[in-house]
């Protein structure tokens, strides 16, 4: 495998991390709201799980930068690595 495959093929499972990352920011706001259904939340739970996600979308504007240098460097689009690379 060559150096710059490996890099693209780095990059690309780095990048579906940071997505599922982004993902996972939101299980606190998700829990806070099913919480909510049986007893009121605590105030400083429900700013802290907001807090958390304030900052999502420069996630989403990294993990799109991420997906055009990959698109650039390999010309394909990238998004779930473990379907891409065959293995050789």
């Not at 939101?26 to 799980?49: H, K, N």
């Not at 958390?52 to 997906?67: G, R």
Request: glycine residues 4%; proline residues 5%.
């Amino acid at each position: 495998m060559s150096f710059k495959r490996t890099c693209i093929k780095v990059i690309a499972w780095l990048n579906f991390g940071l997505a599922l990352a982004g993902i996972a920011k939101f299980i606190p706001v998700g829990y806070l709201m099913v919480l909510s259904q049986w007893r009121p939340i605590d105030q400083a739970a429900y700013e802290w799980s907001l807090d958390l996600i304030s900052d999502s979308h420069l996630i989403v504007l990294v993990w799109v930068f991420a997906v055009l240098i990959i698109k650039a460097l390999s010309g394909h689009t990238i998004v779930r690595p473990w379907r891409h690379f065959p293995t050789q």
